[in-house]
């Protein structure tokens, strides 16, 4: 199956360097898809107009749901406390996945 994940951040100067700190830690988790939780098909930093993060986004192949929630909420930025919602949307059985090149390795 796979999933549109949508994480929103919290706000304020803080959660930008707490954002900053945890990114080598959440791109490995990536990587690792989670420990094997999901595969990252692609997936990138959400900015508002003034080109500030304000949250990220990921497509996942995962076995189920409980699955792609685990991967979200396992995710550095979630458990460190950037990460204030997730939303987690199933996309079409007819989603081409083979368009896009995996983020994560192995």
Do not use: Y
Request: aromatic residues 8%; hydrophobic residues 45%.
């Amino acid at each position: 199956m796979f999933f549109l994940m949508i994480c929103k951040h919290n706000d304020g100067p803080a959660v930008a360097a707490l954002r900053d700190e945890l990114r080598p830690q959440h791109r490995d988790w990536v990587a690792s898809g989670g420990n094997g939780l999901a595969v990252v098909l692609t997936g990138s930093a959400l900015w508002n107009d003034a080109g500030q993060g304000f949250g990220n986004f990921g497509i996942l192949q995962a076995e189920s749901e409980a699955n792609a929630r685990a991967f979200a909420e396992g995710d550095p930025f979630a458990k460190g406390g950037v990460v204030r919602d997730i939303a987690l949307t199933r996309l079409a059985d007819t989603f081409r996945a083979e368009r896009i090149t995996p983020l994560t390795v192995g």
